[in-house]
């Protein structure tokens, strides 16, 4: 957890911090996830995964898979960044490429596991990731002195880390470790793939899929949501909205942080700056509440 001040001064903002998770073993906070998953797949007996990726979530399984001794099979758009196909080959873990999108490769592992009987890892179809991504809402809560900050901005793709957190403050609040106002909760998509924030909008009760998903922030660029109403029912309930920004904004919110801070955040967490500085302007955050800006990975992965 960073204190951001001089965006912060920039903004006219009172409270400004970013939790930081590009210090992960492979360079996102997938790793939360796939750690405790694998963990767990191995404890049950599972040996040989299948996975549909956009990236991050690939790279994460390669490490520990290889790392456990186990196999993974993974399923990747062939127009992902190369930094995945390196960081996943580098791990001796062959890649299976697909002419789509990430619910295509999605579609195409489900497949292949059901035929050779690999544990599909995909994102919430097994129940450990999201439990792995819990683990930021504790520390979050740890780093405000078990307090609450208003206002939580996540760049939002699947949406574990999301629907992850919330569970973590149902399981703080029962064990009393924490009490008091949620912090509302604003997804942050980008303008050509914001799905969820198209539903928030629109009071839909299920994500109807995008139509020609296009983002450089490959973590938001996930067209189909499948645990579509565990997010809408998690943004909802902690009275939070949907905000989409476009890809200059994000680019501009990168620099920014760089520039400023130091931090070179990934494009999904510089989104989150960009998604901020909209609500400012339209009036949806207030100047004087405590915010908490994502950084869900290293910037070094755009660099390539
Ligand atoms: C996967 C990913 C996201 C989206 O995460 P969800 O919790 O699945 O919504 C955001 N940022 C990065 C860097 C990612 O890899």
Known sequence: ????????????LGELYLKDESSNPSGSFKARGMAVAVSRALELGLREFVLPTAGNAGGALAV???????????????????????????????????????????????????????????????????????????????????????????????????VGMWKAFDEAEALGWVSGERPRMITVQAEGCAPVVRALRDGAERVAPWEGAVTSAQGLRVPSVFADRLILRAVRESK???????????????????????????????????????????????????ILLFNTGSGLKNLI
């Not at 204190?3 to 912060?8: Q, S, W």
């Not at 990747?76 to 619910?103: K, Q, T």
């Not at 989104?271 to 405590?290: C, F, M, P, V």
């Open 1 to 12: 957890m960073l204190e951001i001040p001089n965006l912060a001064e920039q903004l006219g």
């Open 64 to 162: 520990y898979t290889v790392r456990s001794g186990a196999t993974a099979h993974i399923f990747m758009p062939d127009d992902a960044p190369d930094v995945h196909r390196m960081e996943i080959e580098a791990a001796g873990i062959e890649i299976e490429f697909v002419d789509g999108l990430l619910d295509f490769a999605g579609q195409a592992a489900a497949e292949a596991g059901e035929k050779h009987g690999w544990f599909n890892m995909a994102t919430f179809k097994e129940p450990y990731r999201v439990e792995g991504k819990k683990i930021m809402g504790y520390e979050l809560l740890e780093d405000f002195g078990w307090e609450y900050p208003d206002v939580i901005l996540y760049p939002t793709g699947g949406g574990t880390g999301l």
């Open 240 to 290: 939070g909205v949907g905000v989409s920004v476009s890809e200059r904004d994000i680019c501009q919110a990168q620099k920014d942080l760089a520039e400023h801070e130091g931090i070179l955040a990934c494009l999904e967490g510089a989104a989150t700056l960009a998604g901020l500085k909209r609500l400012l302007a339209n009036g949806q955050i207030d100047h004087s509440e405590r």
